[in-house]
């Protein structure tokens, strides 16, 4: 990742001067050094999960999914994590712990409404789970690695949001008055993206590579030298979540849709029209945190 140091380093001591990132939460910290111990047991994990209600909750439901096949309902959190793994158990706590350090805005101001944005992130990464699931080009990736993928993408709006408010809804305002798309007024208005503020808020966290350039780059993947496949994959999916109704933002405009992703991400605009009605019922059957 040497070509992307300087770039990287700049735009994370522009956005540090700018806005002060969330660190990560208590659970994610404690969660890493566990796992990283060879020694680590389930039940080492579980004494960590268990101190979040948020994530051990949700290890529980997706233990206890039809995703699993489980003969027995799964109430203990130590059992849980045997069963779904330490790298299941850690994706899991992280969209978990996402969901609590950035879901307690609940208001809707002028042209950003939490639940729309979280409905947003939640449809995006279902779409890009079904794609991808589709794709030979992700036969190795895991289908929740590409959900995790789409559900942050955003993220930095929500940075942007909780910690520069009254700039970003200016710059909202000026997107839905001048109809242009946000990127191109947070360019103009910040010096840097939503995009590239939750590209430094992966980076700070320490959460993969591929995911901190797919949030980079989801609006432009022809510009991704790293990932493109994944960057191309997002943006897809965050475009069908628009065309779809469900906007990350009230009133702005979508930006252009990229063709040269259908190639990357090994999909022809046809056969990801038929995966619509598979997106649109495993979104409506997902489940929201509130």
């Known amino acids: ?5 300087g770039p990287s380093t700049q735009i994370l001591g522009i956005v540090n001067n700018t806005i ?3 660190t990560m939460p208590e659970v994610l910290l404690k969660l890493n050094d566990v796992i990283a111990d060879p020694d680590a047991s389930a039940d080492d994990v579980a004494n960590v999960v268990s101190k979040d209600p948020a994530v051990a909750t949700n290890i ?11 003969q ?26 996402v969901f609590s350090v950035f879901g307690k805005r609940k208001e809707k101001i002028q042209h950003f ?17 079904v794609l991808g699931s589709s794709s030979a080009v992700f036969a190795a990736t895991h289908p929740e690695d590409i ?8 993220i930095g709006k929500i940075i942007l949001m909780e910690k520069a408010a009254p700039r970003y809804l200016a710059m909202l305002r000026k997107s839905v008055q001048q109809k242009r798309p946000e990127t191109e007024v947070e360019q103009e208005d910040f010096g840097f993206t939503h995009s590239d503020v939750g590209s430094v808020l992966a980076i700070k966290w320490f959460l993969p590579e591929d995911l901190a350039i797919a949030i980079r780059y989801h609006h432009a993947p022809s510009r991704d030298p790293f990932h493109r496949s994944l960057s191309s994959l997002i943006h897809l999916a965050d475009q069908l979540a628009w065309r779809a109704g469900t906007p990350s933002t009230v009133g702005t405009t979508l930006s252009q849709l990229d063709h040269e992703v259908y190639d990357q991400i090994g999909l022809d605009p046809t056969r990801v029209e038929e995966l ?7 979104f409506a059957a997902s489940e929201l945190p509130w």
Do not use: C
């Not at 944005?117 to 279902?126: D, K, L, P, Q």
């Not at 959900?147 to 955003?154: E, K, P, R």
């Open 113 to 129: 409404d939490p639940l729309a944005f979280w409905r947003h992130a939640v449809f995006t990464g279902v779409a890009a789970r």
């Open 60 to 70: 529980l439901r997706i233990v206890n999914s039809a995703y699993y096949g489980l």
């Open 20 to 22: 002060e990132l969330p």
């Open 147 to 154: 959900y995790i993928a789409g559900l942050l993408h955003d």
């Open 1 to 5: 990742m040497s070509q992307s140091a």
């Open 72 to 97: 027995v309902r799964v109430s203990s959190v130590s059992l849980a994590i045997s069963v779904m793994g330490f790298n299941m158990t850690k994706k899991v706590a992280l969209k978990a712990a």
């Open 276 to 282: 619509l009605t598979q997106i649109q019922e495993d």
